[in-house]
């Protein structure tokens, strides 16, 4: 993952590099080899002027040896490749190539060309365009044409050459070989293409040793990290020292780990409470029965045989004990019972009040110091008054058992606060659109339900468990196919179609199943691979959520670390024979059949805090 | 309530065969236990396993009194109830469960049961209750046969009351208190009342379980059923020492007990409201 990140960007720049450089030498050489053929080019040209000068008293005399030996000297001259003279009829009349003298010169030839392109031949030629360019056995010539025009010193010779009505006697032809300034362009070319390739090298070298250092560590600490979760490990902590985007990155993700973590702990213990709270209800109705036999004929016999004082005493004893069986079933059935509250709008502040007042007596007796600290003009919250007062009783004579009669601080607070829905949320209930259950409650995820889907993709067919938390996705698949492209996700019991159509995910264009949450709209979501997409607009619509944050602390003994995580368990008390160890699995279930949640943070001798958040409905 | 309106004692039907007590219960253990039970007091006994055979055999039996459990397979307690009414048939009924929940208790007493007792329960608080309803029984008949109303057989509950079947009143007071007390049926069904046993300030009340205990002289213990939840700020001490204040003002100088309730509004529902009582 890291490695690719490395080598996409060292592509890109690279490319980026590669493009700028390029282009940069490539009008740089151009510019720089047009210069040095303008330099040549006036070389070229101040050569053949020289030439035309210096053989001009020569020409006038008609000494054709010393014109000849003349252009023999300089035509040997290295870089030079022809000096020649052509006659108005296109005959070289001299040249430093001797055996080329007499020949002809086509008038389309390279040399003649720039005058004779028209019909008429031109006579006055612009300089630039007296030059030319052409190649001889593969390697560049530059030539320079000069025409000699006809003066008077020329028709007025002796020899009689020239006619006094020609115009142009005849062209001087300097031929210079370009092969050391091509040679020079090469090199130019090799130089920067060299220069090019190791500015890349130094730049990709770079790149690498950042994305290692700044990228590559960071990525490799945080898939870990994911790593350990996904195996359930939810105490893993990455550090956040760092101050950039990584240093953020990693302190939200610790901060997810920590919700994560509260998160599992309630659903987890959600599950528990209701499957003991079922099983409490069956194992209360089912030993009430046999109870009820032992009960009678023990009470019967017991009213038979008062004149039995023996036997008597001895009923009396079953008699008491199965009463006691009876109390102690019974309030395994309060326990059970919790499950349908009987929510009304109330103002929190009214029914902390009369908790207070129930236990104000035993506070007082025990020199406790009750400190209330109610935010004004909090919300009215959907609430069971009555097991939402029993919830604040229980926490008080809780923390007034924990301080004791030596005295103490109690502290209690209310206020308003905001949390955030995703990845939290427990999807409890999904239907197909023909209202079948999709609920299965025989694979469970984190102890949770699942929802169970058929899948169609590529001819074959399968299921899968979709993990029950709206925004997490720990799902659980019964085939070996691969869903990266066109899947089908059908009801399993009526078959019909939970697709989109037409509809695609955001993120990784993956198709987009839909299932109903009874009465909270509908979820939406993709298994493309590797993501996570969900969305459910009636949870998301609220978005951050007000909820109503109690604070019960008390300045009692605490409660050590390792037995933090049993106090919610029934049967779990630390009061010996003063309690039932039911009173915190009942709160937890009050609180949990409202939506709420209640978490515990206590340091031995220092005391106990109870942090509980209900939701405030916002209309 | 139809069963207070329209109360019958004897419609024995010709060749039908009268017993005094049906007992219904899907545990046999039960079955034998209350025939045991009540057979030693004389009382004669038949039995059904199920709601479905109650049924046939009370078209061929006329019985003076029904105990039934209420969740059975096939036809609950419920169902059974609301079938009796429908075939008018006017025997009280006792109803009893191992799943006693508030819910169930307020729900019997609502449907017409004359008292709910929870499982598992001893021979004497059945028994008690099945006296109770003998004499219950005894009281319709005097209502039936008393054609016109020259004597008061037994005070119904004042309008804007609430009750709790035939067992217990509640009314709201302007502060938003809530008084509770025995209703005169309840009452009258106690032969040779003799006083009360009331609970104490401070203590909580839950809908559908026992607030106060009725004792007559045999030391028989009755209890009372109470009508909402909530927390006692004050017993009436009066009407514990005197036992003749409830049995002549029931509904005003005796009631039993000042409740904080703690969600009487949706409780009250479950009741029944006596104003409906005077149609």
Partial sequence: MSKKIGFKLIFIVGIAAVLIIGIFSFYNIRSQSDALQAEVERHANQLSETVKHSTRYDMLLNQRDRIHTIINTIGKQPGIHDVRVLNKEGEIIYSSHEQDIGKMVDKNAESCYACHAANEPLERLPIKERTRIFYNDSSRVLGIINPIYNESSCWTAECHAHLKNQTVLGVLDVTISLTDVDEQIKRGEINTVIFALSAVAALSLLIGLFVKKWVDKPVKELVNATREIGTGNLNYVINEKKTDEFGMLAKSFNNMTKKLSEARVQLFQSDKMASLGRLAAGVAHEINNPLTGVLTYSSFLLKKTVNNPEINEDLKVIVRETKRSREIVKSLLDFARQSVPKKNNVNIEEIINKAVSVVENQLSINHIELIKNIEKDIPQVTVDSNQMQQVFINLLVNASDAIGSKGGKINLSASVIKLSPYGITHIKQAVCPKRHDLIDNETKIDGMPSIKLKVYSNGTQGYINLDPVYGRSNHIFHFPMNLEKDYKLVCPKCEISLMEEGKRCPDCNAPVYSFEVPSRGNVQGCLGKNCSWQKWEAVDLGGQKDYLEIKISDSGCGIPKENLSKIFEPFYSTKGQKGTGLGLSVIWGIIDNHNGTIKVESEVNKGTTFIIHLPINQN | ?279
């Fill in chain 2, 1 to 279: 309530m139809k069963n207070m309106d329209n109360g019958t004692t004897s419609p024995i039907g010709r060749g039908k065969k009268q017993w005094d007590i049906l007992v219904i219960d899907d545990e046999q253990v039960i079955i034998d236990a209350v025939v045991k039970i009540c057979s030693s007091e004389n009382f004669s006994v038949d039995s059904a396993i199920d709601a479905q055979n109650a049924l046939i055999k009370l078209v061929k039996n006329y019985y003076r009194l029904i105990i039934c459990d209420i969740m059975m397979p096939g036809m609950d307690g419920f169902d059974f109830l609301n079938e009796l009414m429908e075939r008018k048939i006017t025997s009280p009924v006792i109803m009893t469960t191992g799943f006693s929940t508030v819910d169930n208790a307020v729900r019997s007493l609502y449907n017409g049961a004359i008292d709910f007792i929870p499982k598992p329960f001893t021979s004497d608080e059945l028994l008690n209750s099945v006296i109770r309803g003998m004499k219950y029984l005894k009281i319709q008949s005097l209502l039936k046969n008393q054609r016109d109303d020259s004597a008061v057989v037994y005070v119904p509950c004042p309008a804007k009351y609430y009750r709790l079947g035939y067992s217990s009143w509640a009314s709201e007071e302007s502060t938003g208190s809530i008084l509770i007390g025995a209703t005169d049926l309840f009452i009258k069904t106690i032969e040779n009342f003799s006083g009360i046993d009331l609970l104490s300030t401070d203590e909580e009340l839950i809908q559908g379980n026992s607030c106060a205990y009725f004792k007559d002289q045999s030391e028989r213990i009755y209890p009372l059923l109470s009508p909402v939840t909530g927390r006692i700020l004050e017993t009436n001490q009066e009407a514990a020492k005197d036992k003749t204040l409830l049995e002549k003002d029931p509904y005003f100088e005796g009631w039993l007990y000042r409740l904080l309730p703690s969600d009487s509004e949706y409780e009250l529902k479950k009741l029944i409201n006596c104003s409906s009582d005077r149609l």
